[in-house]
């Protein structure tokens, strides 16, 4: 029967998806939503508004649970977030539940710092390394380097990769690495890695990489949770042992430890190293690294931390130098900082003399990285509300926003990148570096995602007294908009006769600024609004139509021609004026104020909206290309029809008009174009037929017969023959021109 303990106790698998979704930034949440757009409805995942709200919806619709968080583990791995990937995977591992992987997989070593079993070899536990080394045999594979002494055959525990016993058994650590495929054979020595930490609760932690090189006769016992080969003699080897026959390592068939495997680098809480150059296995017993005598090889270490981080690295217990890391940085080093020789790995016995080679060295063989995080700024922030500060361990690369986020983690609220995070009168922005920020002196302050501002009501014609009430804005998305909106509710008051201030700062006239940093950061937050005095005036229409208008004084013209609802879409074609007092006034150009044209509450103005022109698109029904013909309102379909007739040059047509099923004739509807319902933009349809004698007289026989008219008024001409010569002459080069021509002619005589 469970206890009162274990009955009260979270589950391992909620445990894991809340540190999951704490760990979710807005870009990673944003890339597991499109990613479960394959498994969940659209709706689903918008209403997902946090990572646990997504994982919930991923349960419910059964695509994960604690029997099956492979989905999990691939969408994380998909989106970049490896490290949370991984913590999926052990969570499986650790339980049993993880479907394999096509292709390269992950192997966990998870190591709690206890030792299982007793060690009849040569070997001396170390009571705080997780993994101790055991050496055997005359010969031993050493890196490029230089030392003396003999081979004890004992087991060298690490001075410098140790932990505190107590920390490891209330937190064991894990090291994580991607499986590929078996161990081939191979007669070459190997390399062996081990993982670690150092260092107790200081304000730092190093993290420590280190491998070691030896012979084939070497051996590596892994003392964790696992259980140990069986008992052995002494000398006898406890790690892989080799097979007479055949240089591939073998496991003990009676225990059925998993297979070596291969692998591509030791992982360990946000650090990698990887061996270029050779093999990297893991196996029950532990990880090495297998490369041929005179190989070169490469040390490729990274970063995956957002924050820098310095990297020693030594090799057979010497120096070879120390690099800085930026966050996310990779970097391939293949050689001493202090010397051009590149890293070379050797058997003892056939390593040439000008390697500096010396056998018996316990460092021999090992190599080691030691990570040092840059140190951590410890920063007080105040928040809004609490005369307490809190404290908040950053690094110094972090950005504005990693600390908000950092700060709503510790204060259990939900994650706003908009809250704002402020130095004394200054917003700061979420991409800001602290380091810079920092470098400035001020008070951090985190205001709240909800900010109350006291609006003040100055005293005029409707508002006797001064009024006061507050408004709720969140500061880090409100516009000066939106705070006059809210005005608008409270009082009643249109946006656009609202005058905002702060102090002396007029706001209302840019209402889509955010709100000013001083407000904001304002101890006690208020602004002041002033209401405008209005006047009740009437604007009657020609129709006779009136209008009631509440109207600020201090508008104009323009202010009361949009109030009207027949003048609020004019078109281009007409002219407004008011008349008032016998004067007209046009809104488009008179700019005073109603008040300084005289015009008070009772005045009654009168509108007057005049057509300048129409203009009609004239479609041919034979196909001919349409025509836009600009008309006065007076005009009639006798002079639409002149005006067709010059844009297509043609004469000896007669037209007819048609809209909609209504047919009109030039020569019968004679009345203006605004009586037969011809508005300015619409479309007629024009019918073209061929002119007959009595209906169209020849521009020759028109002209001839004005010419001979104006020919003989002409004074002082002398015979009727030479007249008529002057006449015929004229005529015959006359009329061989366009009509257009004609009338210039005509003008140039007269």
Same mark, same amino acid.
């Given at each position: 029967?469970?206890?009162?303990?274990?009955?009260?106790?979270?589950?391992?698998?909620?445990?894991?998806?809340?540190?999951?979704?704490?760990?979710?930034?807005?870009?990673?949440?944003?890339?597991?939503?499109?990613?479960?757009?394959?498994?969940?409805?659209?709706?689903?995942?918008?209403?997902?508004?946090?990572?646990?709200?997504?994982?919930?919806?991923?349960?419910?619709?059964?695509?994960?649970?604690?029997?099956?968080?492979?989905?999990?583990?691939? #969408?994380?791995?998909?989106?970049?977030?490896?490290?949370?990937?991984?913590?999926?995977?052990?969570?499986?591992?650790?339980?049993?539940?993880?479907?394999?992987?096509?292709?390269?997989?992950?192997?966990?070593?998870?190591?709690?710092?206890?030792?299982?079993?007793?060690?009849?070899?040569?070997?001396?536990?170390?009571?705080?390394?997780?993994?101790?080394?055991?050496?055997?045999?005359?010969?031993?594979?050493?890196?490029?380097?230089?030392?003396?002494?003999?081979?004890?055959?004992?087991?060298?525990?690490?001075?410098?990769?140790?932990?505190?016993?107590?920390? *490891?058994?209330?937190?064991?650590?894990?090291?994580?690495?991607?499986?590929?495929?078996?161990?081939?054979?191979?007669?070459?020595?190997?390399?062996?890695?081990?993982?670690?930490?150092?260092?107790?609760?200081?304000?730092?932690?190093?993290?420590?990489?280190?491998?070691?090189?030896?012979?084939?006769?070497?051996?590596?016992?892994?003392?964790?949770?696992?259980?140990?080969?069986?008992?052995?003699?002494?000398?006898?080897?406890?790690?892989?042992?080799?097979?007479?026959?055949?240089?591939?390592?073998?496991?003990?068939?009676?225990?059925?430890?998993?297979?070596?495997?291969?692998?591509?680098?030791?992982?360990?809480?946000?650090?990698?190293?990887?061996?270029?150059?050779?093999?990297?296995?893991?196996?029950?017993?532990?990880?090495?690294?297998?490369?041929?005598?005179?190989?070169?090889?490469?040390?490729?270490?990274?970063?995956?931390?957002?924050?820098?981080?310095?990297?020693?690295?030594?090799?057979?217990?010497?120096?070879?130098?120390?690099?800085?890391?930026?966050?996310?940085?990779?970097?391939?080093?293949?050689?001493?900082?202090?010397?051009?020789?590149?890293?070379?790995?050797?058997?003892?016995?056939?390593?040439?003399?000008?390697?500096?080679?010396?056998?018996?060295?316990?460092?021999?063989?090992? *190599?080691?990285?030691?990570?040092?995080?840059?140190?951590?700024?410890?920063?007080?922030?105040?928040?809004?509300?609490?005369?307490?500060?809190?404290?908040?361990?950053?690094?110094?690369?972090?950005?504005?926003?990693?600390?908000?986020?950092? #700060?709503?983690?510790?204060?259990?609220?939900?994650?706003?990148?908009?809250?704002?995070?402020?130095?004394?009168?200054?917003?700061?922005?979420?991409?800001?570096?602290?380091?810079? *920020?920092?470098?400035?002196?001020?008070?951090?302050?985190?205001?709240?995602?909800?900010?109350?501002?006291?609006?003040? *009501?100055?005293?005029?014609?409707?508002?006797?007294?001064?009024?006061?009430?507050?408004?709720?804005?969140?500061?880090?998305?409100?516009?000066?908009?939106?705070?006059?909106?809210?005005?608008?509710?409270?009082?009643?008051?249109?946006?656009?006769?609202?005058?905002?201030?702060?102090?002396?700062?007029?706001?209302?006239?840019?209402?889509?600024?955010?709100?000013?940093?001083?407000?904001?950061?304002?101890?006690?937050?208020?602004?002041?609004?002033?209401?405008?005095?209005?006047?009740?005036?009437?604007?009657?229409?020609?129709?006779?139509?009136?209008?009631?208008?509440?109207?600020?004084?201090?508008?104009?013209?323009?202010?009361?021609?949009?109030?009207?609802?027949?003048?609020?879409?004019?078109?281009?074609?007409?002219?407004?004026?008011?008349?008032?007092?016998?004067?007209?006034?046009?809104?488009?150009?008179?700019?005073?104020?109603?008040?300084?044209?005289?015009?008070?509450?009772?005045?009654?103005?009168?509108?007057?909206?005049?057509?300048?022109?129409?203009?009609?698109?004239?479609?041919?029904?034979?196909?001919?290309?349409?025509?836009?013909?600009?008309?006065?309102?007076?005009?009639?379909?006798?002079?639409?029809?002149?005006?067709?007739?010059?844009?297509?040059?043609?004469?000896?047509?007669?037209?007819?008009?048609? #809209?909609?099923?209504?047919?009109?004739?030039?020569?019968?509807?004679?009345?203006?174009?605004?009586?037969?319902?011809?508005?300015?933009?619409?479309?007629?349809?024009?019918?073209?037929?061929?002119?007959?004698?009595?209906?169209?007289?020849?521009?020759?026989?028109?002209?001839?017969?004005?010419?001979?008219?104006?020919?003989?008024?002409?004074?002082?001409?002398?015979?009727?023959?030479?007249?008529?010569?002057?006449?015929?002459?004229?005529?015959?080069?006359?009329?061989?021109?366009?009509?257009?021509?004609?009338?210039?002619?005509?003008?140039?005589?007269?």
């Amino acid at each position: 029967m469970a206890s009162a303990q274990e009955e009260y106790r979270v589950s391992s698998y909620r445990k894991l998806l809340i540190e999951l979704s704490i760990e979710l930034s807005a870009k990673d949440l944003e890339g597991l939503k499109f990613a479960a757009g394959d498994f969940l409805p659209s709706r689903l995942i918008e209403n997902a508004g946090s990572g646990l709200q997504l994982f919930d919806a991923l349960q419910k619709d059964d695509k994960i649970g604690p029997p099956n968080v492979t989905l999990l583990q691939n #969408m994380f791995k998909i989106i970049g977030r490896v490290d949370l990937s991984r913590k999926v995977q052990i969570f499986s591992l650790t339980t049993g539940r993880i479907e394999p992987d096509d292709g390269p997989g992950i192997m966990v070593t998870e190591c709690d710092g206890a030792g299982n079993g007793d060690d009849t070899g040569t070997a001396k536990s170390d009571p705080f390394n997780t993994i101790e080394i055991a050496k055997d045999g005359p010969e031993h594979m050493v890196t490029d380097g230089a030392g003396d002494g003999d081979d004890t055959g004992t087991a060298i525990s690490d001075p410098v990769n140790t932990i505190d016993t107590a920390e *490891v058994e209330a937190e064991p650590f894990q090291t994580v690495h991607p499986i590929d495929q078996p161990l081939l054979d191979s007669a070459d020595p190997s390399t062996v890695f081990t993982a670690g930490r150092r260092g107790g609760h200081g304000a730092h932690t190093t993290k420590d990489c280190t491998s070691g090189f030896s012979n084939n006769g070497s051996s590596l016992r892994s003392m964790g949770p696992y259980p140990t080969p069986l008992e052995v003699q002494t000398g006898q080897q406890t790690g892989p042992a080799q097979n007479p026959s055949s240089s591939r390592v073998q496991h003990d068939p009676a225990m059925e430890p998993e297979p070596a495997r291969y692998v591509n680098f030791l992982f360990y809480e946000g650090y990698s190293v990887e061996i270029l150059g050779g093999k990297h296995f893991k196996t029950r017993d532990g990880e090495f690294v297998e490369m041929k005598s005179g190989t070169q090889y490469k040390i490729l270490v990274k970063n995956s931390h957002t924050y820098g981080c310095h990297l020693d690295i030594s090799i057979d217990g010497f120096d070879v130098g120390g690099w800085a890391l930026h966050g996310g940085e990779e970097i391939s080093i293949e050689r001493s900082a202090y010397e051009a020789k590149t890293f070379t790995f050797y058997r003892v016995k056939t390593a040439p003399k000008e390697a500096g080679i010396e056998s018996g060295r316990a460092e021999n063989g090992l *190599v080691k990285c030691v990570f040092t995080p840059e140190a951590f700024l410890n920063i007080p922030v105040t928040i809004s509300g609490s005369s307490q500060s809190l404290n908040v361990s950053m690094a110094p690369c972090a950005t504005v926003g990693d600390l908000k986020h950092e #700060m709503q983690s510790q204060l259990e609220i939900q994650n706003d990148p908009d809250q704002v995070l402020a130095q004394d009168d200054k917003l700061l922005s979420n991409a800001a570096r602290l380091k810079r *920020v920092l470098g400035t002196p001020g008070n951090l302050r985190l205001i709240d995602a909800e900010m109350t501002i006291t609006v003040t *009501v100055e005293a005029s014609s409707s508002v006797p007294s001064p009024k006061t009430f507050p408004i709720k804005v969140h500061p880090g998305k409100a516009k000066v908009h939106d705070l006059m909106e809210q005005i608008e509710r409270e009082l009643n008051v249109p946006v656009s006769d609202q005058k905002l201030y702060f102090g002396r700062t007029l706001l209302s006239g840019a209402p889509r600024r955010c709100l000013p940093d001083e407000l904001i950061c304002s101890s006690r937050p208020a602004v002041a609004v002033t209401l405008p005095e209005y006047f009740h005036i009437t604007v009657e229409e020609q129709n006779g139509d009136s209008h009631a208008i509440k109207i600020d004084k201090e508008k104009n013209l323009r202010a009361v021609l949009e109030e009207i609802p027949p003048c609020r879409n004019l078109q281009e074609n007409t002219q407004v004026m008011f008349d008032f007092n016998e004067e007209q006034l046009c809104p488009f150009t008179d700019e005073r104020t109603l008040n300084r044209l005289g015009i008070c509450s009772g005045s009654k103005l009168e509108l007057v909206i005049k057509i300048l022109f129409i203009e009609v698109e004239a479609c041919f029904s034979d196909g001919t290309p349409s025509v836009r013909v600009r008309c006065s309102p007076q005009d009639t379909f006798q002079d639409l029809v002149k005006k067709i007739r010059l844009k297509n040059k043609r004469e000896k047509w007669r037209f007819t008009f048609a #809209m909609d099923t209504r047919i009109f004739h030039p020569d019968q509807d004679k009345s203006p174009l605004q009586d037969y319902g011809i508005t300015h933009g619409c479309t007629l349809n024009v019918t073209r037929h061929p002119a007959t004698d009595d209906t169209i007289v020849p521009h020759e026989t028109v002209h001839s017969s004005q010419l001979e008219g104006w020919l003989s008024d002409v004074p002082g001409k002398r015979k009727v023959q030479e007249k008529k010569s002057f006449f015929c002459i004229l005529k015959e080069k006359l009329f061989k021109k366009p009509l257009g021509e004609h009338r210039r002619m005509e003008t140039a005589v007269s």
